[in-house]
């Protein structure tokens, strides 16, 4: 496992990190959070723990979905610098707990009563063997649509209940000139947004098979051709520079009303409220269409290493201010999340927060709760990141038809396994 873990060191060691020497009154912490929206969302924790006297080491990895800051995390923990903690989507902390290298956090977690409180979901990935060894910090959800309030008025558009309504949807704002759909694309992006695909063309029974327990013969099925032809046609609308572009560049074309619509995960939220747009007057927040009563979700998790005695302090400090109830409420409105707690009142959040406070307890209750793929919920990274690499392949041609495209992805899976 470690030697897994810490393949490609040599080419991540050429990111340049000073051996700090970490201070025992000081929490470092590699993240992605660099858009924004997302350093808002920071700034609410570092304000927390410098009210308790504790100092912020930033270690930001620019690159929305994390590939980027994974790869110069795994060159500090092979070099032996352990932060404090990292920005971790789910299997990635089982990975590194596997490796042996995180904390033990379970006795903060006794007396703060994680257990009773973090939905059994992000338990999955936050306790390893019995012991707790990251703080989740949020729940997001990946199948929405983000549409300006403005454009849909001139088109005179309404939401979209199903996929064959969005397509007429996307057809109108085109008729009308503006960019029907805003896409940024690099492969995590084009395949969190085929997540929803997914779900919207099979159904929730259909999403789970394929898209978690990976079953060969959901994942090569019509309906994964169906999903894959579906994606074709959603990426008809998009502008022709869409190549590379970082996922809050297409958000800001939709808050600046050049494009209708992104399907994006709710951190695209925080991209409008830092822009102090609001739901309903500015823009509107719908379920990807076909997808109501269904949650794919992501949860941040800060995973904590197993740092030196004298910085344990700093650590549980951290992890404490995380899974405070103050501290979940204030964070999750500024990212566009919503609570990893079930006792967090919605009082704060803005109408797309109460809708996804909501929508996750139904969906959970009803056993419609299922991981992202695309963000680290469905299956180890290996895997993931073999699925973002077909379906990337996909959308800009070099897989060229839905066929080929799942005997790719069954084969690319097979291989990661
Ligand atoms: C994370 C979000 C983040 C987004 C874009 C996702 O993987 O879960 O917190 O805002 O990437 O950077």
């Known amino acids: 496992m470690l030697r897994k873990l810490f393949i490609g060191t040599a080419l991540a060691t050429s990111f340049a990190f000073s051996a700090h020497a970490a201070d025992v009154k000081e929490v470092q912490m590699l993240h992605w959070w660099t858009s924004g929206g997302e350093a808002a969302a920071l700034n609410v924790l570092k304000q927390d723990l410098a009210k308790e006297g504790y100092a912020w080491k930033d270690v930001p990895v620019a690159g929305g979905g994390g590939d980027a800051a994974m790869t110069a995390l795994k060159a500090m923990v092979a070099a032996g610098n352990y932060p404090t903690a990292s920005q971790m989507l789910g299997y990635t902390v089982l990975d590194y707990a596997a490796a042996g ?3 033990d956090l379970t006795e903060t977690a006794k007396k703060e009563g994680w257990d009773k409180s973090v939905p059994a979901a992000l338990q999955k990935f936050s306790v390893y063997d019995g012991k707790w060894v990251a703080a989740p910090v949020n729940v997001h959800s990946v199948n929405w ?105 297409a958000t800001a074309m939709v808050i600046k009303g050049d494009a209708l619509v992104q399907v994006m ?99 959970n209750e009803g056993g419609t709760l299922f991981g992202s793929l695309a963000q680290g919920y469905g299956a180890p990274p290996a895997v993931a990141n073999a699925y973002k690499d077909v379906v990337s392949k996909f959308v800009h041609g070099q897989i060229k038809t839905s066929d080929e495209a799942v005997t790719e992805l069954v084969k690319a899976i097979d291989d990661a396994k």
């Open 265 to 363: 995960g709710d951190w695209a939220k925080g991209e409008f409220h830092a822009a102090n747009k609001t739901p309903g007057t500015d823009f509107l927040c719908y379920r990807f269409p076909g997808t109501d009563g269904s949650v794919i979700y992501n949860s941040d998790m800060f995973g904590m290493f197993n740092v030196p005695d004298d910085r344990k302090a700093a650590q549980v400090a951290l992890a404490t201010a995380t899974l405070s109830k103050s501290f979940q409420s204030a964070f999750n409105v500024v990212k566009g999340s919503v609570p990893a707690r079930t006792d967090v009142p919605d009082t704060d959040f803005d109408a797309c927060g109460k809708k996804g406070i909501a929508d996750l307890k139904k969906a």
């Open 101 to 103: 290298v995180m904390g």
């Open 145 to 249: 649509l983000w549409i300006n309030k403005a454009v849909m008025d001139k088109i005179g558009g309404t939401e979209p209940k199903t996929f064959d309504d969005f397509v007429a949807l996307l057809d109108k704002a085109k008729a009308a000139g503006v960019i029907p759909l805003a896409l940024g694309g690099q492969n995590w992006q084009e395949a969190t947004m085929f997540d929803s695909v997914v779900l919207s063309t099979g159904g929730p029974e259909f999403y789970k098979k394929a898209m978690n327990d990976l079953d060969e013969e959901s994942l090569k099925s019509d309906t994964m051709k169906k999903s894959f032809d579906n994606l074709a046609k959603l990426v008809t609308y998009v502008d022709p520079n869409f190549s590379g572009r970082d996922w809050n560049l």
